[in-house]
């Protein structure tokens, strides 16, 4: 079953869409990688946020933000798949979904990231470069990496 993505502006989710999403964040971050953070980081406001839908159920979503805001550069955050969705390719199709929505947005196609660092190839494989060290980020290595085309 193909996943139907959409784009939207905080204000423009509907309760039920900032439920799920909030849901899914808290489910994926701080339940399956056991990390306690502050999750509702008054960015949400801020973000473009990208939903993944597979019979309209959310199973991938991320956020964008425009240059300045988070890093110098556009940059996405928040990036996950559903553990049940997962090796399917939804996170490759959320990823690109993301970079096109930041170059129609926001007209430009530099883009940093904080990637968990066990998700170097993943990231490496769609063009983003590492910039830096590792470091710890809620106690989970992270690491910058840059994409620009």
Known sequence: MPITFYQKT???????????????????????????????????????????????????????????LYFTEASIGRVLVAKNQRKKAFGQQLMHQAIKAIASHYSTSSIRISAQLYLLEFYTSLGFVKTGDSYLEDGIPHINMLYYK
């Open 10 to 68: 905080f204000s423009q989710l509907s309760l039920n869409q900032l439920y799920a999403l909030a849901k899914l964040r808290a489910d994926v971050f701080v339940l399956e990688q056991n990390c306690l953070y502050p999750d509702l980081d008054n960015k949400d406001q801020r973000a473009l946020h990208i939903l993944g839908y597979k019979d309209n159920e959310l199973v991938a979503y991320a956020r964008c933000f425009k240059p300045g």
